[in-house]
Every structure is written in C-alpha cells, then in structure tokens.
C-alpha cells in the first residue's frame, strides 16, 4: 500500500519511460527512482522516521516529488506548504504539525529565518545554467544503501495539507497512503491514463500535487514541470511537449486565453484541461472549444485528497454550471440541516464519503468532529442534484447572504453577471444594511475596452434573477484579490467593503 512503491514499479516494467522534465532535463523511470532513493538516504541520514513530519518549501519541481516519494517510503509524514505565505503564517503550520525538519529553497531563506523547526536544510542547485535543484549531502549517499520500504497500511497518514485559511486559522488536512492511492485509482477510472501533463500547478496544493502529480504518475503517465504558472509559457509547452492535459482554476485558463498565441499555438495534442476551485464560465468554455479543447471541470476537495465529482467534457455545454457526477468510488448526499436526504432539485449541504476521505484534520480534534460526522465528510458546499443526478454547488455555506429574511447565495448572481459581455469577473458579497440587515454588493472585473455601468448590470439582472438578488451596488475594480488556488479572496473583498 505504500505509495512510494509506485515509482520502484514504473522503475522495473518500464525503466526507459519519460517520468519528467523539469527545464532541459529528462528523467526516466530508472533515473528518477534512483534520486528518490538518494532523497530517502539523505532523510534516513538526519534521522527521519516512521510518523515525523518532513516540511518542504519548494517550488513545484523534481526535488520536490523527490523528497514525497522518499518521506512515503520512511513511514514518516509530508508536509509541504504554501510559498505565498508569511513567516508567521509558516511558523503556525510547522509548529502546529511538529515538523522535524524543513528544507526549502534559498529564495525563501528570509522567511525560514523567522520559523522553530527542529533542523532546516537549504537545498543546492548545480553550477550550470540547467540542471535540477539537489539536496546538501554530507556524504554521497548510494542507492543501494538507501533504507527498506516500511509496510504501511491503508490508514497510515502520509501527507498534511493545509487549507486556505481565508476564514480563519488554517487547518491541516491528513491524507493516508489509502486516500493517495484512491484518488488516483479514481482519476483512472475516469480515463485518464498515460497522460503528458503539464504541471505548472502548486505543488503545495491539493491540485497540483493530486489532481495532476500523484495520479499522473501511478497511471504511467509523464509531467512537463513549470516551478509556477505562465500563461504564454504554458502555451509554448504545450506546443513544443505535445502536451495531452493541464490543470487549473478558471482564471488561470481565463489568462491563457488572453493570450495572443492562443489563437495560433498549436494545441493538438492536448485532449483536456482540467478546471477546479471554480465553476467555469460558458463563454470561457466556449473559448477552448474554438480551439479544439474540452474543459473537463470537477469538485474537489483539500479533505478528499481531492476527488469528489467530475463533469465530462460532453456536458460542459450542455450541463452549465454543474460539477458532474460523483467519482466511481464515491457516496455524494445532499441533506438539510439534520441530516436528512433533501428532495431532487432542493438545496442542501454536500456530504462525501469514500475511501479517499481524509482521517481528521492534524492537531484539531473539535473541527474533526463537527466535519467528519458518522462516517461522511460534511463540506460545507451548498448544493443540489438535478433529475439526471448531476449536482451543482451553489455556494458556501458561510457566505450566504441574509437580506430581508430571504437567502441569498452570491454564487448564483455571480454566474448571472458573468455572462454579460462586459464582465471579465466578478464576486458578490454581504455588506450590512439598516433595512434589510445585508444587502449584496458585487466587484466587477470589465472585459478588456468595456465600461459597463451599475443601471446596465442592474437591467440584465431583473429579467434572470429575483429583484432581492440583484446587487445594490457595484464596484469596478482592475482585479480580484485571489489566493493561489486561483480562488477569489472574499475575506479581503470584506475587507475592502467596510
């Protein structure tokens, strides 16, 4: 069940396969075994095992899959973490999941300076212009005397991945060998197998690590990996690689498309993008299909390491708005308040279960409880089934918005503003008022060369939606704030609002 045996069987049946690229650099099944049994060595060497936390601040690259691979096959646990942050915010996560050691990259050096860690290593790069990033070694470790596999099992905890935190403190989702290994299983069932990916993606997040890493690599597949996200580059990769699929949220495919070499790259080899954080807007789906290219765009969860629902590229268009069907393995309900099935259309929570769910969050026994509850994960997603069993998340539950004694959920107005023409993006939020209690105030994002105004937006409104939904007022701004899921920042937006 231990992951890491994933790349020792690629090693064996197919030593000469591409496992990566990273820059000019080509890994095979053979190589890239060999430098993750050299990381286990290194790990073994500074004392890591069985249950010790192994923190990693990294930009997306071989070292990095490395050092997950090599942590997995020691027992011990991974944790990486978000680069964006500040020392403080990195602090809290290293203390609060007992890191035993960290290694990150010398461009994060002013922030480790202000961190408690048991040991932190600063990792090397070669002396030429290419070449991948490699770990100080005291002494040149062999392959061979790199430590045994341990036996784990399906609930041993491999891997604690933080949350976002934009409502508060974040929380360290734990994810077992069995959850890695589940998602991918899953993915597979899907029909993604043997896929060239480009991975451009954060590595520190559910995404990018498990939506397109881990289960890349356990279906034989192959990564072309970008240390962070470039929309021309992407292109130029995709290009040049002959690229088969990416993953992204929606304003990262947005970019792509703003691009002047979208139109003329050629993007052939590409047979899907795949799109999460956030629902993706019909006249961006639309885009890609101009081009050749479906969208595949899914639900997915920190906690669900992250499979939870996938809509298929054949409805993309005619299914707008939906994140699919549940993934093959999953059990997906949609329940009220107490608990109870909602009837087919009605809103209610999400709840998951399947053998992909996380065992509880690192440290933080109280919010385990009030989300893993009787077997399922409560997600806090607002939702609802449609008669064909395809299920639409229509918001979170805490952003709701109360006015007048009616629910309002901002998810709902933003997809209606959204297919105005004059509106690249958009996020609604409550802001308070003395009559109704809140009312919804929307950020507009204009298309490049428009300016469209609040009695506009109000008029295409009335006729799509309930007067009491419509924004009381509108803010235009440059952009959104965002977080490095590519989610929009609501927490700042209320911010900005007082």
Not at 314 to 323: E, H, M
Not at 407 to 428: D, F, K
Not at 463 to 485: G, M, W
Request: glycine share 8%; charged share 25%; hydrophobic share 40%.
């Amino acid at each position: 069940m231990n992951v890491a045996r994933w790349m020792e069987r690629r090693s064996f049946i197919e030593p000469d396969a591409l496992t990566l690229k990273e820059g000019s650099v080509s890994l095979n099944n053979a190589e890239f075994y060999g430098r993750m049994l050299r990381a286990t060595s290194f790990l073994n060497s500074h004392g890591i095992s069985p249950d010790d936390r192994v923190a990693v601040l990294l930009y997306n690259s071989s070292l990095f899959l490395e050092l997950f691979f090599a942590t997995a096959r020691l027992g011990a646990i991974f944790v990486p973490l978000n680069y964006r942050l500040a020392s403080m915010e990195l602090d809290y996560m290293l203390k609060n999941s007992g890191s035993r050691l960290l290694v990150f990259d010398p461009d994060f050096s002013n922030k480790v300076e202000g961190t408690e860690v048991a040991e932190k290593v600063q990792i090397l790069f070669p002396s030429g212009k290419d070449g991948l990033a490699e770990l100080p070694f005291d002494s040149e470790p062999g392959a061979k005397g790199a430590p045994d596999e341990k036996e784990v099992s399906a609930d041993t905890p491999l891997l604690i991945l933080y949350t976002s935190g934009t409502t508060g403190r974040p929380k360290g989702a734990t994810l077992t060998h069995g959850n890695v290994f589940w998602n991918a299983v899953m993915h597979l069932n899907e029909g993604l197998y043997r896929e060239k990916a480009l991975a451009n993606a954060p590595f520190f997040h559910v995404g990018g690590l498990n939506a397109i890493a881990t289960h890349n690599l356990h279906s034989r597949g192959s990564l072309i990996i970008e240390r962070s996200f470039d929309a021309r580059r992407a292109l130029e990769l995709i290009e040049r690689e002959r690229v088969t699929c990416m993953f992204g949220a929606p304003t990262m495919l947005e970019m792509i498309t703003r691009e002047p070499l979208f139109e003329t790259a050629d993007l052939s080899s590409v047979r899907y993008f795949m799109a999460g954080a956030a629902p993706v807007p019909i006249n961006l789906i639309e885009k890609f299909h101009k081009r050749g290219i479906r969208i595949r765009q899914g639900l997915g969860l920190t906690e669900c390491a992250p499979a939870v629902c996938l809509l298929h590229d054949q409805y993309a268009l005619l299914k707008p708005g939906s994140c699919g069907k549940e993934f093959f393995h999953l059990e997906v309900r949609i329940v009220d308040e107490g608990g109870k099935d909602v009837a087919q259309g009605e809103l209610g929570e999400i709840i998951v279960k399947g053998p992909n769910v996380m065992i509880g969050y690192w440290g933080d026994p109280e919010s385990t409880l009030q989300t893993l509850r009787d077997g399922w994960l409560y997600t806090g997603d607002l939702g609802r089934k449609d008669s064909d069993g395809f299920i639409y998340v229509v918001d979170r539950k805490k952003d709701m918005i109360i006015s007048g004694g009616e629910n309002i959920y901002p998810a709902e107005v933003e997809s209606v503003l959204v297919q105005h023409g004059g509106v690249a993006e958009v996020a609604v939020i409550g802001i308070p008022d003395s009559k109704w209690g809140e009312v919804p105030l929307a950020y507009i994002v204009p298309e490049p060369g428009t300016t469209p105004q609040p009695e506009e937006l109000m008029k295409f409104c009335n006729s799509r939606i309930a007067k009491y939904k419509i924004p009381r007022q509108f803010r235009f701004v440059r952009e959104l704030p965002k977080i490095v899921t590519g989610k929009i920042d609501k927490k700042v937006l209320r911010q900005l609002s007082l």
